[in-house]
């Protein structure tokens, strides 16, 4: 039996240790926020919070995760209002909005580490994640927008 | 306040028909459009194309309109939602003719049923052009029986009264109703005859052509508790994955699933029918494999050991087929428009200047891959699902499943992108085969690998474009021969030449003055399923044309845009339906829609000027520009690249501009053509899917590259003409990311003197 925490509640899962996080947080816990977009760590749809740091939880195995602490999209702010999904909102950042979890959860996880990044910086921590809709422009304006503050 | 939007399909609709007030709103299974109905079509200020589509318009608000008692207004989306922004444009534009408060509105999305809600395709840029006169028509009509409603609650005429920010006053007492006081009356009164209906002054919008509200599910999507196909849970679901033949054609021999039983969670493995090709939207078949989760389903399915049938098919190599497509286009084709006389242009030509452009084929890639729900019990099928087509889906699953209109209903969730995948259902039907086989709810999720390898594909082409020099380097004859696999493979047994509807995509429409055209197409065979991808054959099309003119532009020694103005000519209306085969306009009247070079002309023009066209630029960077009537909206681009050292491209800027006719939501147009600078980037630097031995070589982001972040134009500017209402609204969701490439490309050869004719780029420039 594993045991994790997922946005503060306490989870187990009894199954097939290998299966991936995102399968277990989307089809057994009912968090669907996680979007699955590649299975193979190269979009970032599925990004979400590990102890604190941003992880593509289609490459994680439950074994990995087990003992440890899950954040995800339904989690990151009680009420929705994280300064980086405030910014999202201010910018219109998403067009179909389905990579949009995993871009916040990055952006989180940079402006926690990075409060005033770079372009550069930008780039480099969200070049994981896709947006086949092109929202880049104003993913980057998003960024800034959620350092300086909305 | 209840937040309608947010909860699964299946409970909105039934809190929206509990609180509906004007009855049939949303209510399932309802088929009876109100009989007292606008008549399709009226009121029309231009006349669409919107009524020659399967159940054309309805603008009853009796069908999309809803107010309680509290004044909340519900409004209908019955369009497909991929990103566009669609679901918030047309109800908005009810709101704004209803005199509704934004902030007391409400959008519910629609179930597939054409018949009560006219057509739902969302497809072909289609939304905003055939349904902004319909949206307006519902929204005055709504308003008009609220101003009834309080004139006869007064005892007054309805001409004293008007509506205004939700409610009706009477102007002259200044006494007023709120639109929740007034929502029962308004909703006994019949929908008003059209001649009584008043349509606002544009100049009264409050929300139209702002650009001020945000779309409806930002809240949804920031907090990952919008619904998109995936994300439909039903009580005792099962999670099936499909393993689909990997040559098109092929069926199962024989299936060992044993290694995959052995798996903890994998409760069944199963073949799964598929249909004999051409299929249209029918499932390819293969082995499913259903399991506690979707995750174990595909641990499962890599465990599976299947042999399959031989297929003709298995001789498709995209390298050979190139190869033969070019030998097809060095010689005559079908004739397809015929102006003047080209061979006597060619033989009298001073000078021929030829080249030959490839596009390859390539997948849609939407960041959701299909997924799918289905619920088929007690001979009703109910599906969840992210389809563009939801009348379509619901005609297609009675159809397979034999069941009749009123025991099939198709929820539509949001869309994870689309762009043209989703038209086809193949995915809705695989889950609903599953869910009666099974005899439970099942999910069918595709992953990334089954998305790339089994996708309708956007068809690989091959273009050969003539000019016929005079003496003094005038422009007299073009020949341009197309050869590519037609989409309508998908649909009749070897067509062997694309249709008119492919053709007239930026071949035979073409804008140019010359006195001699002929446009060819060539036989080719499609031995993949293929599909349309946004922008369809103006992708390839436009590729050709616009790097043609800077080709010819460089040979003699001309600047390209002024060499485009050239040949666009003076302004005027091209009109090439007498000599062209069944010219297509996009299933628009040409009257509404012509070719009008005026309006070729001011994109490039507004374009050029406002990207600064012509000036110095640091060393390593150049410019290109490309123009494009596209799905009856004009755009064009100019993108700027640098290219270091290395040969590495990026772009620090695009400029496009668009007229789009009369627009609802700027905003939005913007969002649309800073995303297709994405997109057409990523299909003019990377995209192709090859096969081998008929089986497609590419399967995920890693061999299957898109444009990144750090990869992204670093600006995108977009500049809309503006225009009144005399001017027809026309497409946006498509159009700009056809003149993408070729700007792209032209600036590349600005830059570097090398010219790019094939597609995609990839490394051809580096160093
Ligand atoms: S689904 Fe995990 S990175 Fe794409
Ligand atoms: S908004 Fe559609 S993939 Fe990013």
């Known amino acids: ?150 | 306040m209840t937040h309608i939007d947010k909860s699964d399909p299946a409970s909105v609709v039934e809190n929206v028909s509990r609180r509906a007030w004007l009855k049939g709103v949303v209510a399932s299974g309802s088929l009876i459009v109100a009989a007292s109905a606008l008549p399709r079509g009226a009121m029309a200020a231009w006349k669409t194309g919107a009524d020659a589509m399967p159940h054309g318009t309805v603008s009853d608000p009796h069908v999309f309109v809803a107010i309680d008692k509290d004044g909340i207004v519900t409004i209908v989306a019955h369009r497909s939602e991929m990103g566009t922004g669609s679901k918030t444009s047309l109800p908005m534009v009810v709101a704004d003719e209803m005199s509704a408060d934004w902030s007391r509105c409400r959008v519910v999305q629609a179930p597939g049923d054409e018949v009560k809600y006219g057509n739902q395709d969302t497809d072909g840029s289609r939304s905003l052009r055939h349904f902004v006169q319909p949206m307006r028509q519902c929204g005055a009509a709504a308003r008009l029986m609220l101003e009834m409603a309080a004139a006869k609650r007064l005892g007054v005429d309805v001409s004293e009264v008007e509506a205004i920010n939700h409610e009706v006053v009477h102007r002259h007492s200044g006494r007023s109703f709120g639109f929740g006081e007034l929502a029962a009356d308004a909703a006994a009164l019949p929908t008003p005859a059209p001649d009584q209906i008043r349509l606002k002054d544009p100049n009264s919008f409050r929300y139209i052509g702002t650009g001020s509200v945000p779309i409806v599910d930002l809240f949804g999507i920031t907090t990952g508790t919008a619904t998109y196909g995936a994300d439909v849970r039903l009580p005792g679901m099962k999670y099936a994955v499909i393993l689909r033949p990997p040559v098109l054609g092929s069926k199962v021999k024989s299936v060992d699933g044993s290694a995959a039983m052995k798996i903890r969670g994998v409760e069944k493995v199963m073949e799964v029918k598929g249909w004999d090709w051409p299929a249209k939207f029918q499932p390819l078949g293969g082995v499913a494999v259903i399991a506690r989760n979707t995750g174990i389903a595909i641990k499962g399915r890599d465990a599976l050991k299947v042999v399959w049938t031989e297929s003709p098919h298995a001789v498709y190599d995209s390298d050979t087929f190139r190869e033969e497509m070019l030998a097809t286009s060095r010689k005559p084709g079908k004739t397809v428009r015929n102006e003047g006389d080209i061979d006597a242009a060619m033989k009298s030509a001073a000078r021929v200047v030829s080249a030959e452009y490839y596009v390859p084929q390539f997948a849609h890639a939407p960041m959701e891959p299909p997924v799918a729900t289905a619920w088929v019990h007690d001979g009703m099928a109910e599906v969840w699902a992210p389809v563009q087509s939801p009348g379509g889906t619901h005609d297609d699953l009675c159809k397979t499943l034999g069941l009749a209109y009123d025991k099939v209903k198709v929820n539509v969730t949001l869309l994870g992108g689309a762009f043209g995948r989703k038209s086809k259902c193949d995915f809705a039907l695989e889950a609903a085969l599953l869910s009666q086989a099974l005899n439970a709810p099942v999910r069918v999720q595709w992953t990334r690998e089954d998305d790339i390898q089994h996708d309708f594909y956007h068809a690989p082409a091959v273009e050969r474009i003539e000019a016929a020099l005079d003496g003094s380097n005038k422009v007299i004859g073009w020949r341009h021969r197309n050869v590519a696999p037609t989409l309508f493979s998908t649909f009749m047994p070897d067509p062997k030449y694309q249709q008119p509807l492919e053709y007239s995509m930026g071949q035979v429409d073409l804008p140019f003055e010359i006195a001699n055209i002929r446009c060819e197409v060539g036989e080719a065979a499609a031995h993949s399923r293929i599909g349309w991808f946004r922008s369809v054959r103006n992708v390839p099309n436009t590729f050709a044309t616009q790097c043609f003119v800077a080709e010819l532009a460089h040979e003699l020694g001309r600047d390209p845009k002024e060499m485009l103005l050239e040949l666009i000519g003076a302004p005027r209306i091209v009109d090439p339906r007498k000599t062209t085969v069944d010219l297509w306009n996009y299933g628009d009247p040409f009257e509404t829609y012509p070719i009008d070079t005026g309006r070729v002309r001011g994109v490039v023009e507004l374009v050029a000027e406002k990207a600064g066209w012509g000036r110095n630029l640091p060393a390593g960077h150049g410019m290109g520009i490309a123009v494009q009537r596209c799905f009856l909206s004009y755009v064009a681009t100019v993108v700027e690249v640098a290219v270091d050292d290395k040969g590495k491209i990026s772009v620090p800027r695009v400029d496009t501009a668009i007229d789009c006719g009369f627009f609802v939501n700027p905003e939005r147009i913007v969002s649309q053509i800073e995303g297709a600078a994405i997109m057409g980037l990523t299909v003019a630097k990377h995209s192709a899917v090859t096969f081998k031995n008929g089986v497609a070589q590419q399967g995920n982001f890693n061999d299957y590259p898109v444009v990144r972040i750090d990869e992204a134009p670093r600006v995108t500017n977009v500049h809309i003409v503006q225009n009144g209402w005399d001017v027809p609204s026309s497409g946006v969701g498509e159009p700009a990311t056809a003149p993408f490439a070729p700007a792209f490309c032209n600036a590349i050869f600005a830059a570097t003197q090398k010219r790019i004719r094939s597609l995609p780029v990839g490394d051809q420039i580096s160093l």
Not at chain 1, 107 to 132: F, S, V, W, Y
Request: proline share 5%; glycine share 10%.
């Open chain 1, 1 to 150: 039996m594993i045991t994790l925490s997922v946005n503060g509640q306490e989870h187990s899962y009894d199954g097939d240790p290998s299966l991936p996080l995102l399968w277990f947080l989307r089809d057994e816990a009912g968090l669907p926020g996680t979007k699955f977009g590649c299975g193979e760590a190269l979009c970032g749809a599925c990004t979400v919070h590990v102890n604190g740091e941003a992880v593509r939880s289609c490459a994680v195995q439950m074994s990995d995760a087990a003992g440890k602490t899950v954040v995800t999209i339904e989690g990151l702010d009680p009420h929705g209002n994280h300064p980086v999904q405030r910014a999202w909102r201010a910018v219109n950042v998403p067009q179909c909005g389905f990579c949009q979890a995993g871009q916040i959860m990055q952006a989180a996880a940079l402006l926690k580490q990075t409060p005033n990044p770079t372009d550069e910086q930008i780039h480099t921590a969200m070049a994981g994640n896709i947006c086949r809709c092109g929202c880049y422009q104003r993913i980057e304006a998003a960024v800034r927008t959620a350092a300086t503050g909305v």
